[in-house]
């Protein structure tokens, strides 16, 4: 596997069933203990999780939960026809995600955090293929949502980040799931806020089915 460039780094976040019928992507950044695990409606209230148990929400919208390594806690509130709220364990706002036919992640001092908009091929049928741009609207990663098994053994990625992967020698397995996960390519390490959207994006994305761009819809 060829090493990363200059600082950048790839965040793969991969779904599966819990025993309890939800959701779960965990999100690692190499090989080791994972970075962090998102799971479908974990603040939702009895009813929702009966739902999940039966098999009955196989993701959607709900209140979702990120915990990191470290213990730290953020939600993913994802709704219908409306902004995708993002906070941390003590309430505390990190902002919202508007959705159309692109994507923007707003703090919640109303500054613009995030764009997402689409690739230049932002569908195939392994992929959905998205750009993430910065605060400035400068390029600072790509997203792949990953549809289909294939999408984990793509061996050559087209932007410059890195020159041939093949993630940990994994080649992933069909699962009975939407979306099988993520793929984050990011030119620099995140700060703090630009990682609790990214990951709260992914998840939004994975356990509430949220399209991002036009493609998705």
């Known amino acids: 596997m060829s090493a990363p460039r200059g600082g950048s780094m790839m965040i793969e976040g991969r779904v599966v069933h819990k025993l309890s019928n939800a959701l779960q992507v965990t999100f690692q950044s190499g090989p080791g203990d994972p970075l962090a695990d998102g799971v479908q409606g974990a603040g939702d209230g009895f009813g929702g999780k009966m739902a999940m148990l039966f098999g009955f929400k196989n993701g959607g919208t709900g209140k979702h939960r990120i915990t990191y390594a470290d213990g730290s806690v953020v939600w993913v509130q994802s709704r219908e026809a409306a902004p995708t709220v993002l906070s941390r364990a003590d309430g505390s706002a990190i902002g919202t995600i508007n959705r159309a036919d692109t994507s923007t992640a707003v703090g919640s001092t109303a500054g613009t955090l995030l764009h997402f ?9 392994e992929l959905f293929r998205l750009r993430i741009l910065d605060r400035m609207g400068e390029e600072f990663g790509r997203l792949d949502v ?5 999408g984990w053994t793509l061996g050559r990625i087209a932007n410059d980040l890195y020159d041939t992967y093949i993630w940990w020698d994994r080649a992933g397995q069909p699962l ?7 793929r984050l390519l990011l030119q620099r390490a995140p700060d703090p806020t630009e990682r609790d959207v990214l990951l709260g994006a992914c998840v939004d994305i ?10 998705m819809r």
Do not use: M
């Open 117 to 125: 908009v689409p690739a230049d091929e932002p569908k195939s049928p």
């Open 206 to 215: 994975t356990l509430g089915l949220r399209p991002y761009i036009t493609a």
């Open 146 to 150: 990953v549809r289909t098994a294939g």
């Open 176 to 182: 009975p799931t939407p979306i099988l996960g993520t």
